[in-house]
């Protein structure tokens, strides 16, 4: 790993095509990291989404995936130095998602990224997607009461392929306390809509439907909710429930029978993330629960983890919607620490499907 020159890293341009969004952005600090007004602000943040493209297969196609990425690189990298109003001259840095995720996908930011560090001679970092889900609470939302979550404390992650309880220690110290051992929380709730035949993705569906349902019509598994089963989840279950009810019941033949299946499972898969979380904070006293990650949008489950927080006298931080799903600006405040500390990859950065926090 290389040391970066000695100058101070204002602007980072970030890139991120782990899976399905081509996204590009641009995330500038104001003032050193460790002044008092220190802020990192989002100057752009301009996402390509394929979810349309791949909503007839009902899942993501990793190839048609790559594809797409490639064609809309260069237009979201435009798009978002437009939005800024500024120049690659403008630039000090660049950081993009390096894993995990599918690995074609990824390779098409991480060589454009190479390219770009090598042909403005920019210093370049690789960043892990999880770390960015992570810091994305980081970010400023530019009003003077936004306030930066402390460390150490609690990260919760709670993506479509990742479900973990992560203590966050320090920037680029990570210790996984838990995770679920089969489907994350963002899997279950797509496998779910697709047996109730509500399209990819199905999670922004179902937390909709679900706020017009009964959570206790049907009964739904509580998987692996004991002390003894320590910080360790199980969502598979779930989809194995909802699927037997169908082929028992049918498919709901109405709406509000539809409502109260998916308030069902949503209650189900809240619970276990929340009493894990519970369980956690018992475990680690520590001052704060950071909410992220894609199925962080679910408002049930904010407003869960918020009553959590408030009840045990926590702190609670949570992105905004747009900034949980995946985004580059995420990727830019994760490579901004990184760079910070020193580091750069340069031309030896490469992408790794499975790459661990």
């Not at 001052?287 to 927080?309: I, Q, T």
Request: glycine share 8%; charged share 20%; with cysteine.
């Amino acid at each position: 790993m290389n040391r970066l020159k000695t100058q101070p890293v204002r602007r980072v341009l970030a890139l991120e095509s782990s899976c399905d969004e081509t996204a590009c952005a641009i995330v500038e600090a104001e003032h050193d990291y460790g002044h008092p007004q220190h802020r990192l602000l989002v100057r752009a943040d301009v996402v390509a989404s394929q979810a349309a493209i791949h909503a007839r297969f009902g899942g993501v196609v990793p190839e048609v995936a790559a594809r797409h990425h490639i064609q809309n690189l260069i237009p979201v990298i435009d798009e978002a130095l437009s939005q800024a109003e500024l120049t690659l001259d403008d630039i000090s840095a660049l950081a993009v998602t390096r894993g995990p995720g599918l690995i074609g996908a990824l390779l098409v930011a991480v060589q454009a990224a190479k390219a770009l560090a090598f042909a403005r001679q920019l210093p370049v970092v690789g960043v892990n997607h999880l770390e960015a889900h992570l810091l994305a609470a980081y970010l400023s939302d530019g009003s003077p009461e936004h306030k930066r979550p402390p460390l150490p404390h609690l990260g919760l992650l709670v993506s479509g392929g990742h479900s973990s309880l992560v203590l966050v220690h320090d920037f680029g110290r990570y210790e996984v306390l838990g995770a679920t051992c089969d489907d994350a929380a963002g899997e279950a709730f797509d496998k779910v809509g697709k047996l109730l035949g509500l399209g990819y993705p199905a999670g922004p569906l179902i937390d909709r439907l679900s706020t017009q349902g009964d959570p206790k019509a049907v009964p739904m598994p509580r998987a692996m909710l004991g002390a003894k089963r320590g910080l360790a989840m199980s969502f598979s279950g779930l989809k194995t429930a909802v699927a037997s009810h169908l082929e028992s019941h049918g498919q709901p033949k109405t709406e509000q029978a539809l409502a109260d299946l998916c308030a069902s499972f949503q209650a189900s898969v809240v619970e276990q993330l929340v009493r894990k979380t519970g369980l956690a904070i018992d475990a680690y006293k520590l001052p704060a629960v950071v909410l992220s990650g894609g199925v962080a949008c679910n408002r049930a489950l904010r407003s869960a983890v918020a009553a959590l927080c408030a009840s045990r006298g926590l702190s609670f931080f949570v992105a905004p919607p747009r900034l949980c799903s995946d985004n580059a600006a995420m990727v830019g405040a994760a490579g901004y620490y990184r760079l910070w500390r020193g580091e750069s990859a340069g031309l030896d950065l490469h992408a790794v499907a499975n790459l661990p926090l």
